[in-house]
T-cell receptor
């Protein structure tokens, strides 16, 4: 497909478990972003990857959150020891240089 | 620090009526401003953006927005709303699509 692809689309997990969320950006896009969308809270910036530069992790809410981007393409957001407050929609976006963000449909995470 | 306020959480409008969504921002320099739309279960789609130049910008789906520096506003308008415009709308400010700060969103309901 031509768009940003995220998987899974929905994830239900028990409190304390680890989860991995995947993002396949648009081919050729050098920049990749993760945002978190909580109910009524707008979008919260989490992390930004640009090419081979060190990622900007300044938005990660705690050390339980980490992300990597392999080969400059696919990215995985990992949340360890999930908590109920982690429940949200996690959105991935990609862009080419100086171009608008293209968003995926998100992963809805529910922590029970 | 940059921030965005969307004063209206929910707006209901009749089909064919005009629509205006408010957005106020706080930013230290000349901002890059964006409006995104999100349909249920979907990612965010860029409606329009303002970087510089003409303060009235045209976007997709018949939307336009006007940048008013004196009022720190970037309100979104559409002259005649269609039922398919029912969605959530987000205003965002940032530096060229990097680390965008989003408002909490405005949900638009269109009644027949």
């Amino acid at each position: 497909g031509a768009g940003v692809s995220q998987s899974p689309s929905n994830k239900v997990t028990e409190k304390g478990k680890d989860v991995e969320l995947r993002c396949d950006p648009i081919s050729g896009h050098t920049a990749l972003y993760w945002y978190r969308q909580s109910l009524g809270q707008g979008l919260e910036f989490l992390i930004y990857f640009q090419g081979n530069s060190a990622p900007d992790k300044s938005g990660l809410p705690s050390d339980r959150f980490s992300a990597e981007r392999t080969g400059g393409s696919v990215s995985t957001l990992t949340i360890q020891r999930t908590q109920q407050e982690d429940s949200a929609v996690y959105l991935c976006a990609s862009s080419s240089d100086r171009a608008p963000l293209h968003f995926g449909n998100g992963t809805r995470l529910t922590v029970t | 620090a940059q921030s965005v306020t969307q004063p209206d959480i929910h707006i209901t409008v009749s089909e064919g009526a005009s629509l205006e969504l408010r957005c106020n921002y706080s930013y230290g320099a000349t901002p890059y401003l964006f409006w995104y739309v999100q349909s249920p279960g979907q990612g965010l789609q860029l409606l329009l953006k303002y970087f510089s130049g003409d303060t009235l910008v045209q976007g997709i789906k018949g939307f336009e927005a006007e940048f008013k520096r004196s009022q720190s506003s970037f309100n979104l308008r559409k002259p005649s709303v269609h039922w398919s415009d029912a969605a959530e709308y987000f205003c965002a400010v940032g530096e060229w699509d990097y680390k965008l700060s989003f408002g909490a969103g405005t949900t638009v309901t269109v009644r027949a």
